[in-house]
């Protein structure tokens, strides 16, 4: 059964950190996409960052560029958010999504509708 599990989200004060993990099981993830996704209370699911498959290409959302850094481990079958210098609007709760095939570049998996496979989420709170 193919599944995405979200870990790592929590409590954090503005201006700290946290890292977000992806882990994929029943298939390898090297040859899709994965999309890191938010969605805040009453907003809609938007994209934050994007990697494509074999890490060739990355993306990221206007407002999280120079803060969050995505990754990837095939190896591991696994995808990593790194988020820095969080602020209160990044409240919400992560998902990673998977897409195939994987080779598009450009923002092209920041939109929901172009990912196949959703994890359930995982809440990111950031306040003091």
């Known amino acids: 059964q193919l599944q995405l599990v979200e870990s790592g989200g929590g409590l954090v004060q503005p201006g700290g950190s946290l890292r977000l993990s992806c882990a994929a099981s029943?298939?390898?993830?090297?040859?899709?996409?994965i999309g890191w996704f938010r969605q805040a209370p009453g907003k809609e699911r938007e994209g934050v960052s994007c990697?494509?498959?074999?890490?060739?290409?990355?993306n990221y959302a206007d407002s999280v560029k120079g803060r969050f850094t995505i990754s990837r481990d095939d190896a591991k079958n696994t995808v990593y958010l790194q988020m820095n210098s969080l602020k209160p609007e990044d409240t919400g709760v992560y998902y990673c999504?998977?897409?195939?095939?994987?080779?598009?570049?450009?923002?092209?998996?920041?939109?929901?509708?172009?990912?196949?496979?959703w994890g359930k989420g995982t809440l990111v709170t950031v306040s003091s």
């Open positions: 029943g298939f390898t993830l090297d040859a899709y996409a």
């Open positions: 990697i494509s498959s074999r890490g060739e290409s990355t």
């Open positions: 999504a998977a897409s195939f095939p994987g080779y598009y570049r450009g923002n092209y998996y920041l939109k929901v509708p172009n990912m196949d496979y």
